[in-house]
């Protein structure tokens, strides 16, 4: 990412970063970090450091995660889990209207969503590019989304910069982290004696004259840029993204689409866990309890989809995507291809959930290259 | 409630309801509310989601003309949603949000011969659009109407071809795959057709809209006789739900159909678009 280093870092020793979270509650915020859960490591809300995924890291490859101890005291080591800051600006399943009868006629009015002030803790660099993508797609087209507009503002994000990757991250090549650099209010890096603390926003300056800060020592810094430069160098995955759009548009025939299609279980897990994808059901549902004299009561519900279900593409019994292959060829040639014609920025930001949450391991790394080579 | 929240569909009654056979109905619609009107001016070619309250909605074309103060919208039952619009008729009240999409380049066609091909159910995003040309016949040069329909009883809005028969300097050219012995045009599927339109390519202008197969087939043949593909249109029809770009399902490859579309300018798919399972 691009733009210029934010404000200069101080220093939150170890034992004070509940002062971070009692700082935010007193705020208004509710206050969401990671935690482990049922063997991974999901956003939920936290009331005490200790609900972090102390002492742990995570092994991500293909079809695998698993937690295990570090040996270390750490909070913020688990590079992430299936979650994202998705579901926090774009609910799963929500209502967007309320109708009613009016005698003969109806009345449709608008749902907006109780949007409660949220602080995220553990916020990396790729999450905030993946917001920034799901800002230009539900925020700056011609029909702006008002229940995302209602979320958005309500974010305080505390950013953890990566000095471990995951073997399934690629950011490096999408050229979204490992370094938080914009889009966060405070962002932190974690060292053994505590964190090096930025702001990169008012609110996020506010917050941090509320904390116990010293100084950060010139050598934590300079400790902090070689772990940051580690972190990108050794990263295990790319993408070569040169020529991305083109190449794909030129080789929508190309046979590894069916040999991608015969390993992929169309089961939406990728879109699932992708922190950008936006595709969605609409669909009205009768309220349940009596109907009044007027009639039944219904509500449109939108509710997460994905362009592996088998419907997605269907018309009047007609499917424009009948096949496997077809819909693992639209997702991934719109993920990185077309994406960037509808929004000018690609709709992949390295964050390596498709290729770990995919229960097969399919890896869109190693399909690119594929692609690329000569079909026949 | 927010002004203009492009999902709050309109009340509008039903105010005619013409059955072409048992599964296809043109439903004339009235908004209730008495201002609402301005808010749906379209171009032919644009659609709007029809809503059946507590059902659901379905993205449908405008086939009225734009001066009309009703809206008309031609309805094949094919689904859920529309088989409750079945049963339905004067009185009963829909729900209306739109008009979305692009429409056919009325003006762009203006002082050329225009050329529309059409099969089935697929005439409907077009008569709107004819019957605009028709109105404004000065501003335009030769009409050639081409449509074929599977049985004569799939033939929709007959009155409408009828009257543009009638009309001097227009060409209306009809075909069934099954004629039965009422049928007084042509027999044979569309794209035999093709052979007997004349059209100079330098001043005409083609509309499409129907299966995908016949407008391939109409797009090669024509292009063979010299028609270039930036004067070639279709409407194209994809699954919407929400109608404003951002339900992701209508997409192929870059276009959102619901909003870049659903009419485009051939030279603007054509690497997409007869794509198998694109």
Same mark, same amino acid.
């Given at each position: 990412?691009?733009?210029?280093?934010?404000?200069?870092?101080?220093?939150?020793?170890?034992?004070?970063?509940?002062?971070?979270?009692?700082?935010?509650?007193?705020?208004?915020?509710?206050?969401?970090?990671?935690?482990?859960?049922?063997?991974?490591?999901?956003?939920?809300?936290?009331?005490?450091?200790?609900?972090?995924?102390?002492?742990?890291?995570?092994? #991500?490859?293909?079809?695998?995660?698993?937690?295990?101890?570090?040996?270390?005291?750490?909070?913020?080591?688990?590079?992430?889990?299936?979650?994202?800051?998705?579901?926090?600006?774009?609910?799963?399943?929500?209502?967007?209207?309320?109708?009613?009868?009016?005698?003969?006629?109806?009345?449709?009015?608008?749902?907006?969503?109780?949007?409660?002030?949220? =602080?995220?803790?553990?916020?990396?660099?790729?999450?905030? @590019?993946?917001?920034?993508? #799901?800002?230009?797609?539900?925020?700056? $087209?011609?029909?702006?989304?008002?229940?995302?507009?209602?979320?958005?503002?309500?974010?305080?994000?505390?950013?953890?910069?990566?000095?471990?990757?995951?073997?399934?991250?690629?950011?490096?090549?999408?050229?979204?982290?490992?370094?938080?650099?914009?889009?966060?209010?405070?962002?932190?890096?974690?060292?053994?004696?505590?964190?090096?603390?930025?702001?990169?926003?008012? =609110?996020?300056?506010?917050?941090?004259?509320?904390?116990?800060?010293?100084?950060?020592? @010139?050598?934590?810094?300079?400790?902090?840029?070689?772990?940051?430069?580690?972190?990108?160098?050794?990263?295990?995955?790319?993408?070569?993204?040169?020529?991305?759009?083109?190449?794909?548009?030129?080789? *929508?025939?190309?046979?590894?689409?069916?040999?991608?299609?015969?390993?992929? *279980?169309?089961?939406?897990?990728?879109?699932?866990?992708?922190?950008?994808?936006?595709?969605?059901?609409?669909?009205?549902?009768? *309220?349940?309890?009596?109907?009044?004299?007027?009639?039944?009561?219904?509500?449109?519900?939108?509710?997460?989809?994905?362009?592996?279900?088998?419907?997605?593409?269907?018309?009047?019994?007609?499917?424009?995507?009948?096949?496997?292959?077809?819909?693992?060829?639209?997702?991934?040639?719109?993920?990185?291809?077309?994406?960037?014609?509808?929004?000018?920025?690609? $709709?992949?930001?390295?964050? $390596?959930?498709?290729?770990?949450?995919?229960?097969?391991?399919?890896?869109?790394?190693?399909?690119?290259?594929?692609?690329?080579?000569?079909?026949? | 409630?927010?002004?203009?929240?492009?999902?709050?569909?309109?009340?509008?009654?039903?105010?005619?309801?013409?059955?072409?056979?048992?599964?296809?109905?043109?439903?004339?619609?009235?908004? +209730?509310?008495?201002?609402?009107?301005?808010?749906?001016?379209?171009?032919? &070619?644009?659609?709007?989601?029809?809503?059946?309250?507590?059902? &659901?909605?379905?993205?449908?074309?405008?086939?009225?003309?734009?001066?009309?103060?009703?809206?008309?919208?031609?309805?094949?039952?094919?689904?859920?949603?529309?088989?409750?619009?079945?049963?339905?008729?004067?009185?009963?009240?829909?729900?209306?949000?739109?008009?979305?999409?692009?429409?056919?380049?009325?003006?762009?066609?203006?002082?050329?011969?225009?050329?529309?091909?059409?099969?089935?159910?697929?005439?409907?995003?077009?008569?709107?659009?004819?019957?605009?040309?028709?109105?404004?016949?000065?501003?335009?040069?030769?009409?050639?109407?081409?449509?074929?329909?599977?049985?004569?009883?799939?033939?929709?809005?007959?009155?409408?071809?009828?009257?543009?028969?009638?009309?001097?300097?227009?060409?209306?050219?009809?075909?069934?795959?099954?004629?039965?012995?009422?049928?007084?045009?042509?027999?044979?599927?569309? !794209?035999?057709?093709?052979?007997?339109?004349?059209?100079?390519?330098?001043? !005409?202008?083609?509309?499409?809209?129907?299966?995908?197969?016949?407008?391939?087939?109409?797009?090669?043949? +024509?292009?063979?006789?010299?028609?270039?593909?930036?004067?070639?249109? +279709?409407?194209?029809?994809?699954?919407?739900?929400?109608?404003?770009?951002?339900?992701?399902?209508?997409?192929?490859?870059?276009?959102?159909?619901?909003?870049?579309?659903?009419?485009?300018?051939?030279?603007?798919?054509?690497?997409? +678009?007869?794509?198998?399972?694109?």
């Amino acid at each position: 990412m691009t733009g210029a280093k934010p404000a200069p870092a101080q220093f939150l020793a170890r034992a004070d970063l509940q002062r971070l979270l009692d700082a935010l509650r007193a705020r208004g915020y509710r206050v969401i970090g990671p935690v482990p859960r049922d063997g991974a490591v999901v956003f939920d809300e936290i009331r005490a450091v200790e609900e972090l995924p102390r002492g742990l890291r995570e092994a #991500q490859e293909p079809g695998r995660y698993r937690i295990e101890a570090n040996g270390r005291d750490t909070f913020f080591d688990v590079v992430n889990g299936p979650g994202s800051l998705k579901p926090y600006v774009f609910a799963p399943r929500e209502e967007l209207l309320q109708i009613e009868p009016d005698g003969r006629s109806f009345r449709a009015q608008e749902t907006l969503p109780d949007a409660p002030k949220l =602080a995220v803790i553990g916020v990396r660099a790729c999450d905030l @590019a993946a917001l920034a993508v #799901q800002d230009r797609v539900f925020l700056e $087209g011609r029909y702006p989304d008002s229940h995302y507009a209602a979320r958005r503002p309500r974010l305080f994000l505390v950013a953890v910069n990566c000095t471990r990757s995951a073997s399934t991250c690629f950011c490096v090549s999408m050229a979204t982290g490992p370094e938080a650099t914009q889009g966060f209010d405070l962002a932190l890096t974690e060292q053994e004696p505590g964190f090096l603390v930025r702001a990169g926003s008012p =609110a996020g300056e506010e917050v941090r004259e509320a904390l116990p800060l010293a100084p950060a020592p @010139a050598e934590a810094l300079t400790r902090e840029r070689s772990s940051l430069e580690r972190c990108a160098a050794t990263m295990q995955r790319r993408l070569d993204t040169a020529d991305l759009p083109g190449m794909l548009y030129r080789n *929508l025939e190309h046979p590894r689409w069916m040999d991608v299609g015969a390993r992929c *279980l169309s089961c939406g897990n990728c879109t699932m866990v992708c922190p950008t994808c936006f595709c969605h059901d609409e669909r009205d549902e009768p *309220l349940l309890g009596e109907p009044d004299e007027a009639g039944v009561r219904s509500v449109r519900v939108r509710e997460w989809d994905s362009c592996f279900n088998r419907d997605h593409a269907q018309v009047f019994g007609l499917n424009f995507r009948p096949k496997i292959q077809d819909r693992y060829r639209q997702w991934l040639v719109h993920k990185l291809g077309s994406w960037i014609d509808q929004f000018g920025t690609s $709709g992949c930001v390295g964050c $390596g959930r498709c290729i770990t949450w995919c229960p097969v391991g399919i890896d869109l790394t190693e399909e690119v290259p594929a692609l690329r080579e000569p079909g026949g | 409630m927010s002004l203009g929240n492009p999902l709050l569909p309109e009340p509008a009654e039903i105010v005619e309801k013409r059955s072409y056979g048992p599964s296809i109905h043109a439903y004339r619609l009235r908004l +209730l509310a008495p201002d609402a009107r301005p808010r749906f001016d379209f171009v032919p &070619g644009q659609f709007n989601m029809v809503y059946v309250p507590g059902v &659901g909605e379905v993205a449908i074309s405008i086939s009225s003309d734009p001066d009309d103060e009703t809206l008309e919208h031609t309805i094949r039952i094919v689904g859920r949603t529309t088989r409750v619009i079945d049963g339905l008729g004067p009185g009963d009240v829909l729900g209306l949000r739109g008009p979305y999409g692009s429409g056919w380049p009325l003006q762009e066609a203006r002082w050329k011969d225009v050329v529309v091909v059409t099969g089935g159910v697929g005439c409907a995003p077009v008569t709107g659009a004819i019957d605009y040309m028709f109105r404004r016949r000065a501003n335009y040069g030769q009409l050639t109407i081409v449509h074929g329909v599977k049985k004569p009883s799939d033939l929709i809005h007959r009155e409408r071809f009828e009257s543009w028969r009638r009309q001097a300097d227009a060409r209306v050219l009809l075909t069934t795959d099954q004629p039965d012995r009422a049928w007084r045009d042509r027999s044979g599927v569309v !794209t035999e057709l093709f052979e007997e339109i004349e059209f100079d390519p330098s001043r !005409t202008v083609l509309l499409m809209c129907g299966p995908e197969i016949m407008m391939q087939y109409a797009i090669q043949n +024509l292009r063979r006789r010299g028609l270039s593909s930036d004067r070639i249109f +279709l409407s194209l029809e994809r699954n919407m739900k929400c109608a404003v770009g951002l339900c992701g399902h209508c997409q192929l490859g870059p276009e959102f159909v619901c909003k870049d579309g659903p009419i485009f300018r051939l030279t603007r798919i054509e690497r997409l +678009l007869f794509t198998r399972g694109l």
